[in-house]
T-cell receptor, first 115, second 110 residues
Framework: DAGITQSPRYKITETGRQVTLMCHQT?????MFWYRQDLGHGLRLIYYSAAADITDKGEVPDGYVVSRSKTENFPLTLESATRSQTSVYFC??????????????FGPGTRLTVT | QKEVEQDPGPLSVPEGAIVSLNCTYSNSAFQYFMWYRQYSRKGPELLMYTYSSGNKEDGRFTAQVDKSSKYISLFIRDSQPSDSATYLC??????????FGSGTRLQVQP
């Protein structure tokens, strides 16, 4: 049971470059999310998706692009990376129906540094 | 002002102590309340999940929600060094996207 994976786990890139962070889940969960985590801010929602081809902005979407052509994948692209996008990025997913058990399942995170 | 406020700590307690972690929120539309635990360099993992006001207990953990005062709490009984982590509260209006507090770092000293 692989669950939810993110790649790469670590990335260093230069200002102005395009970077894509990958997220893959094996559960066929409907909802998928991208958060960034910065000291003092906790996790902030960037984008989320309720199903394939349905995406919506979160709290901090500027500078990011997402797509969801397949249920299991939810890539996050930084079109032109800036130093302020240095952060730890977490992908998460949840099933369509709300249950009493675990809710959002998080991936292990991608640590991105923009120089 | 953030929708969910949480004291960042750090909070240091001796092993066996009762720990109280708290958050306040401002959005009356929040209906679902969660506590996540995050170890260093790991993704958050769900500890407790509560719908609306009330208490929920799971082993050494108790979550409380008071919607009238917009206050949520997590209590840890008989704290262990393995409980040392960052604890994040999270709130949801029902549309599934979570709003997190900034997290409280807890250290349980052996």
């Amino acid at each position: 049971d692989a669950g939810i994976t993110q790649s790469p786990r670590y990335k260093i890139t230069e200002t102005g470059r395009q970077v894509t962070l990958m997220c893959h889940q094996t559960w066929s969960h409907s909802y998928m999310f991208w958060y960034r985590q910065d000291l003092g801010h906790g996790l902030r929602l960037i984008y989320y998706s309720a199903a394939a081809d349905i995406t919506d902005k979160g709290e901090v979407p500027d500078g990011y692009v997402v797509s969801r052509s397949k249920t299991e994948n939810f890539p996050l692209t930084l079109e032109s990376a800036t130093r302020s996008q240095t952060s730890v990025y977490f992908c998460a997913s949840i099933p369509l129906t709300r249950g009493q058990g675990n809710e959002q399942y998080f991936g292990p995170g991608t640590r991105l540094t923009v120089t | 002002q953030k929708e969910v406020e949480q004291d960042p700590g750090p909070l240091s307690v001796p092993e066996g102590a009762i720990v109280s972690l708290n958050c306040t929120y401002s959005n009356s539309a929040f209906q679902y309340f969660m506590w996540y635990r995050q170890y260093s360099r790991k993704g958050p993992e769900l500890l407790m999940y509560t719908y609306s006001s009330g208490n929920k207990e799971d082993g050494r953990f108790t979550a409380q929600v008071d919607k009238s005062s917009k206050y949520i709490s997590l209590f840890i009984r008989d704290s262990q060094p393995s409980d040392s982590a960052t604890y994040l509260c999270a709130c949801d209006t029902g549309r599934r996207a979570l709003t997190f507090g900034s997290g409280t770092r807890l250290q349980v000293q052996p």
